[in-house]
């Protein structure tokens, strides 16, 4: 039987997937924010058990914590550990990839809101049923599915929903060292954080990030999703806002706007041009279908 359970009236919530541990500047405009745990996450700002004890200590707020790496059969002792730690804590929600969280979870008995955050797969409301059996509560929607679809999913699940809006998003993660592997072929030495790479007969362009966990692979220009952000803000719980290769000043002029428009302060039309003039108008897969139906 096909759910229909339309949401409007959702109050959406402004999420920050930070990159420093002062939340101080952010606090005027949200009470709402994404970390990393150490070691367990992918292109995510991580704190350690320890640090965000003292993060819940210091400030009133709404704390997510993402584990989204692949787990290994070497992990599982320390990250039962962690979950059990977290269970402790006043957390809002653990962002998960690997389905083993789901089984130490409910192995633990554990009171841990979970949220699916496989990142291209939320494409449909039933794999959000699917997940809401298995104990989730909430689902990050992918980011290359349209406005419509999200409108279509939010309308036939009872799963609460986030998705992307302004950021860099990650396009693809791989466990290897692509950048290291690359600079040793060619004998020559890489130092740079932060890398650009080019593709092939095309000006489109990516950031390439390599860590300890592999290499990360993000769009190179901001997405803009404001004006979907405008069509969902009655059926989306949670917008992410993520500063991650932002500068400050910029991204803190962008929640500000957010917030304004959230309050009624300022116009959807007033919003989206507004923005448009900070970032551009790069707007992804909002407005773009990426699969299409043999008719």
Do not use: W
Request: aromatic fraction near 12%; charged fraction near 25%.
């Amino acid at each position: 039987m096909e759910l229909r359970l339309q949401k409007e009236g959702v109050k959406l919530n402004l999420l920050v997937s930070v990159n420093k541990k002062e939340l101080d500047k952010y606090l005027e405009f949200t009470d709402s924010f994404i970390i990393g745990l150490k070691d367990y996450s992918i292109n995510y700002y991580e704190f350690n058990i320890k640090e965000i004890k003292e993060l819940l200590k210091k400030y009133d707020i709404n704390l997510f914590v993402a584990i989204n790496k692949n787990i290994f059969n070497k992990d599982l002792e320390l990250l039962e550990k962690y979950l059990i730690d977290l269970s402790n804590l006043d957390i809002k929600g653990v962002l998960f990839y690997d389905l083993s969280i789901v089984s130490l979870v409910n192995k633990n008995n554990l009171n841990l809101p979970l949220i699916y955050h496989q990142t291209h797969m939320v494409t449909n409301y039933n794999i959000c049923e699917f997940y809401k059996e298995l104990g989730c509560n909430c689902a990050f929607l992918s980011t290359e599915i349209t406005c419509d679809e999200m409108k279509e999913i939010s309308s036939k699940t009872s799963l609460k929903l986030m998705t992307y809006f302004i950021g860099h998003p990650i396009i693809s993660h791989s466990k290897r060292k692509l950048i290291s592997n690359y600079y040793k072929h060619i004998g020559n030495i890489n130092d740079k954080e932060v890398s650009v790479i080019h593709e092939k007969n095309k000006d489109t362009k990516y950031y390439i990030i390599e860590n300890d966990k592999g290499t990360n692979i993000l769009t190179y220009d901001i997405l803009n999703g404001t004006k979907a952000f405008c069509l969902l803000k009655n059926k989306i719980e949670y917008g992410i806002l993520d500063n991650n290769l932002i500068e400050d000043d910029i991204f803190i002029k962008v929640l500000s706007l957010y917030k304004d428009n959230l309050e009624l302060k300022i116009s959807d039309t007033e919003l989206i041009n507004s923005i448009n003039k900070l970032i551009g108008e790069y707007d992804g897969f909002f407005f773009k279908e990426t699969i299409y139906k043999v008719k």
